[in-house]
């Protein structure tokens, strides 16, 4: 069975700095996905990036990128330019690439505040 | 479109009680789930649709029952509640193996 394991509970950074939220994940499987999920403390889970698992080109949407590091077993990401808005809980997950209803497993979140 | 929307927002339930969670999609998804989540953990899985006339169980199904209801909807029905289902509850839905999942609301569950 895959984990995903989030190590950092809680991480702050200040407005317009640069932070790093880190994920590593178990698998004997070769295709995969990768994906952070924002909640805010509306609880809705959004989307943020995903990552091919085949692709060696890091995924980036605007201010978020990821370090993806195949060999490694490693996922994190990058928000550049933190806003005040990126405050939420940040979850990591795995989705495997086989499977008609391949399932999420979701890492336990990390906490991040953003201050002035 | 609504997304996927969950009803109701909010519960609470006495021991012993029953209920069912609904959950329904505008988007002509193939696949639907419920999870839960726990302070302090990542969501996990209960039961899983991978299509219409389909339902398979996830990582901690046990309490729980699910009826695919047609392609739209897929329920989650709690037939005697215990402290330990006092959770939030999310359903979500996929397109296909290709596409990410769309999560609803979140149903705050109380058993008391």
């Known amino acids: 069975a895959q984990t995903v394991t989030q190590s950092q509970p809680e991480m702050s950074v200040q407005e317009a700095e640069t932070v790093t939220l880190s994920c590593t994940y178990d698998t004997s499987e070769s295709d995969y996905y990768l994906f952070w999920y924002k909640q805010p403390p509306s609880r809705q889970m959004i989307l943020v990036i995903r990552?091919?698992?085949?692709?060696?080109q890091n995924a980036t949407e605007n201010r978020f990128s990821v370090n993806f590091q195949k060999a490694a077993k490693s996922f994190s990401l990058k928000i550049s330019d933190s806003q005040l808005g990126d405050a939420a809980m940040y979850f990591c997950a795995y989705r495997s690439d086989t499977g008609t209803a391949s399932k999420l497993t979701f890492g336990t979140g990390t906490r991040l505040q953003v201050t002035l | 479109n609504a997304g996927v929307t969950q009803t109701p927002k909010f519960q609470v339930l006495k021991t012993g009680q029953s209920m069912t969670l609904q959950c329904a999609q505008d988007?002509?998804?193939?696949?639907m789930y419920w999870y839960r989540q726990d302070p302090g953990m990542g969501l996990r899985l209960i039961y899983y649709s991978a299509s219409e006339g389909t339902t398979d169980k996830g990582e901690v199904p046990n309490g729980y029952n699910v009826s695919r209801l047609n392609k739209r909807e897929f329920s989650l029905r709690l037939e005697s509640a215990a402290p330990s289902q006092t959770s939030v509850y999310f359903c979500a839905s996929r397109r296909g193996p290709e596409y990410e999942q769309y999560f609803g609301p979140g149903t705050r569950l109380t058993v008391t």
């Open positions: 990552q091919e698992a085949y692709k060696q």
């Open positions: 988007m002509n998804h193939n696949s």
